[in-house]
């Protein structure tokens, strides 16, 4: 016997839309009878015992022992605007995102900050900082989750449980703040020197930004955009702010986490209250999509590296204003979820190791920190377009389903009768074909060069900044307990660059080693200067 479609009560069942906010003019138990009091529980005469019988009392305590969701596993302590981004038109030649397309405007939201520190940590610590974008775009929400920092520590997901694990704070003590106080760290990014350039930018003036209005933003990674006539091309995304880049010196980071740890929150909130609405500008450096997937002797696929801008020019797509604070931390900040397999039609990921990995990560962290699959139906990570999915039921369920069973094909449902292609707006990954391979465990030739790019970077800083460079290794080296750890990552600054490392050396009180990897003759381009402080005119 066919299943009889079922008639409409899901408008019964749901109640009115924002059911579970507050309503009404007076205060009510859970269940909307009114109360009468909420200050005296219910006892037996007035010095008690209080009554087991007291539902209000045992209510409002059992829904506020429950009031806290684990904090994120890393990224913990954040800041979140929301906003619009406007599309310059400029990317439709290499990508047929709808959103990128000229003069779309797309809502959004974002979300800075640190990774390290808990929840209630300080703001201004040396750190990396997060730069998460939410685009709720007509085709589906993109997520553009990257960092203030263009490359990154590892080179395989499957190193990130380490060095989050030596970063975090120590498991006897739990002092707070990785890169001070701390052996683990400076331990592993000394035995594990692809760590080498994301170490230095951290230890460089960006580890500790004046504000996040003012930090660039990269997605770190190379995606592969598709464009209308079927071409492809890869890409790092960047976000470039109108109010350049600028950093405090840590005289003033310490001054400033003393006085006020929040001093980014509300350095950001203050300024959109004010009216004072941050910009940034979204830019793309294009490489053409060869099988090598290499440009100018880089290998894209490497998150290590970042391309100079002298040799691929960021180019300007789309404008984002930040222009409207959360209205409540925790619905909006707190239980956003990002992911960088969030895509749209004419975005698509890389085989880079570290995104392959991010690819799993996210999802699978979301479902234990908000309680389930379904948290994609909370208000602040609902898609701006329409959302028709076969999953079903789950913890945290709002959603009332209608139809018969969620399965494709469906001879039954009149629903959804057919599968969207391309041509009907559909997101379809790249078809990449693929080189004959074996099955391993390794990384390429390429992804072997652990010094050449953080010896371009810390060239290109000026003399103050590379002082700056020098006193931060001192400081946050002079906290390790271990000298041998001291010694060896002596070592691997010696590989960046010797007058650096005689520096910190001197300022250790150790003799400063010599190169291990010998140094290119090759003039370095200063590019790097152009990923400092860069920006275009606007
Ligand atoms: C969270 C960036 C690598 C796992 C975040 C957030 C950002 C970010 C910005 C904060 C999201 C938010 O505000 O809600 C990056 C970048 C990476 C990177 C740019 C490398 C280029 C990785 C890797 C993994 C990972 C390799 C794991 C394999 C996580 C997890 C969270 C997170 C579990 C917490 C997510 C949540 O609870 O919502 N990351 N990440 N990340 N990242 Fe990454």
């Known amino acids: ?25 007076y205060l009510t138990t859970a269940q909307g009878a009114r109360l009468y009091d909420t200050d005296h529980s219910l006892k037996a005469g007035e010095h008690g015992p209080t009554l087991l ?15 806290r969701i684990p904090e994120r596993v890393v990224h913990a302590r954040g800041a979140g605007a929301h906003g619009v981004f406007r599309a310059f038109g400029a990317a439709e030649k290499v990508t047929k995102a709808g959103f990128l397309r000229g003069g779309v405007e797309t809502p959004v939201f974002v979300r800075f900050s640190t990774v390290l520190g808990s929840r209630g940590s300080a703001d201004a610590v040396r750190d990396t900082r997060g730069f998460a974008t939410k685009f709720y775009t007509a085709e589906g929400t993109f997520d553009l989750v990257g960092n203030n920092i263009p490359v990154f520590f590892i080179q395989d997901g499957i190193k990130f449980p380490d060095i989050i694990h030596a970063a975090k704070p120590h498991p006897d003590r739990e002092i707070p703040q990785a890169q001070s106080a701390h052996d683990t760290f400076w331990d592993f990014v000394s035995l594990h020197t692809e760590a080498t350039a994301h170490t230095l930018w951290n230890m460089s003036d960006r580890g500790i930004p004046r504000s996040y209005r003012m930090m660039e933003g990269f997605g770190v990674h190379t995606f592969r955009l598709l464009n ?36 980014h929150r509300r350095d950001l909130a203050d300024a959109i209250e004010a009216g004072a609405y941050p910009e940034w500008e979204l830019g793309i450096q294009i490489f053409p999509d060869t099988p090598e997937q ?43 979820a990002f992911h960088p397999g969030h895509l749209v039609p004419g975005i698509d990921v890389t085989d880079d190791p570290l995104l392959q990995a991010r690819l799993f990560s996210y999802l699978d ?24 999915d076969m999953f079903r039921d789950g913890m945290h369920q709002s959603a009332v389903h209608s139809g018969v069973a969620p399965y494709k094909p469906n001879s039954l449902d009149g629903g959804c009768p057919f599968m969207a292609g391309a041509e009907v707006g559909a997101f379809v990954e790249v078809p990449v074909a693929l080189e004959a391979a074996t099955k391993l465990r390794g990384a390429p030739a390429t992804f072997d060069d652990h010094y050449s790019q953080a010896r371009l970077f810390y060239s290109s800083l000026t003399v103050i900044e590379q002082d700056h460079v020098a006193q931060a290794y001192t400081f946050e080296l002079g ?34 080693p010599k190169p291990s990897v010998p140094f290119d003759d090759a003039p370095m381009p200063s590019s790097a200067l152009s990923q400092i402080g860069a920006q275009w005119p606007v």
Not at 7 to 25: D, F, K, L, M, Y
Not at 230 to 258: D, Y
Not at 365 to 388: D, E, K, M, W, Y
């Open 479 to 512: 906290k390790c307990y271990e000298q041998t750890i001291k010694e060896r990552a002596l070592g691997v600054i010696a590989n960046i660059d010797p007058d650096l490392c005689a520096k910190v050396a001197a300022g250790l009180g150790l003799p400063a």
């Open 365 to 388: 962290t979301q479902i234990s920190r908000l309680g389930g699959p379904n948290f994609g139906q909370i208000p602040i990570n609902r898609p701006h377009a329409p959302v028709n």
């Open 228 to 263: 209308d006539d079927g071409e492809t091309s890869l890409v790092k995304f960047h976000w470039k702010p109108r109010l350049g880049v600028h950093s405090v010196v840590w005289e003033e980071a310490q001054l400033i986490n003393g006085f006020d740890p929040d001093f």
């Open 53 to 67: 019988q007291d539902h209000h009392l045992r209510e409002k305590i059992t829904h506020f022992d429950h009031e």
């Open 1 to 25: 016997r066919a299943p009889q479609l079922r008639t409409a009560t899901a408008a019964a069942v749901e109640g009115p839309p924002s059911a579970r906010s507050q309503q009404g003019e």
């Open 294 to 336: 290499m440009f100018e002797g880089i290998d894209l696929l490497d998150p290590t590296k970042f391309v100079p801008e002298e040799l691929a020019p960021v180019q300007p797509i789309g404008v984002m204003t930040l222009n409207a604070n959360p209205t409540n931390f925790f619905a909006e900040t707190e239980q956003i």
